[in-house]
């Protein structure tokens, strides 16, 4: 099926460090959506983006829609322990049938050295 | 208001042996999904029900049921497990059919032995 191609994998950063992340795919999608998971937690709606050249941010989190509409990145400024977990990205493509189900990316493995 | 609710949130069966994943929204979202999360697989979907009364396969639906119960409530079953179905199972809901932010239940993790 679908997939997004979500980088890096995972990442270890010290604190205070600024964090990129993207996704990319070969079909044309109307919707991303960012997400992070803790351990033993469900993922967690960070950021909703639904037109292309958008960017959005919630606190210290940034995502961008990418012009294409191919990729979306999502920044992390000032990084802190708390920002710990799997973040994942999302994408809806918009057929003639209508809207398609969320396709998710891998996941990025964010870890923070204090 | 607890969003999405999922029980139980452990379970080990033994292969062959049935059971159901119960999920509830508080949020009056017309469509509901179930997902399987595993190591490094990202989420995949099994089942959804884009609205009450009407339910559609996702990407890896065999060894799988659903029933939309109502409009709060979807349940996922497993008729006779298997080992390959050993993963985290998530609930997910939305305000209207696949346009709209996607809200997560806290997940059931389930070992098949």
């Known amino acids: 099926g679908q997939q997004l191609n979500q980088s890096p994998q995972s990442m270890f950063i010290q604190e205070g460090e600024d964090v990129s992340m993207n996704c990319t795919s070969s079909s044309i999608f109307n919707t991303w959506l960012w997400y992070k998971q803790e351990p033993g937690e469900g993922p967690v709606l960070l950021i909703a983006l639904y037109k292309a050249g958008e960017l959005t941010s919630n606190g210290r989190l940034t995502a961008q829609f990418g012009i294409t509409r191919k990729d979306s990145f999502l920044n992390i400024s000032a990084s802190i322990p708390s920002d710990v977990g799997i973040y994942f990205c999302a994408g809806r493509r918009l057929l003639n049938s209508g809207n398609t189900p969320l396709v998710f990316g891998k996941g990025t493995r964010l870890s923070v050295i204090a | 208001n607890a969003g999405v609710t999922q029980t139980p949130k452990f379970q080990v069966l033994k292969t062959g042996q049935s059971m159901t994943l119960q999920c509830a929204q508080d949020m009056n979202h017309n469509s509901m999904y179930w997902y399987r999360q595993d190591p490094g697989m990202g989420l995949r979907l099994i089942y959804y029900?884009?609205?009450?009364?009407?339910?559609d396969k996702g990407e890896v639906p065999n060894g799988y049921n659903v029933s939309r119960l109502n409009k709060r409530e979807f349940s996922l079953r497993l008729e006779s497990a298997a080992p390959s179905q050993t993963s985290v199972y998530f609930c997910?809901?939305?305000?209207?059919?696949?346009?709209?932010?996607?809200?997560f239940g806290p997940g059931t993790r389930l070992t098949v032995t």
């Open positions: 997910a809901s939305t305000q209207g059919g696949f346009g709209y932010e996607q809200y």
């Open positions: 029900s884009a609205s009450e009364g009407t339910t």
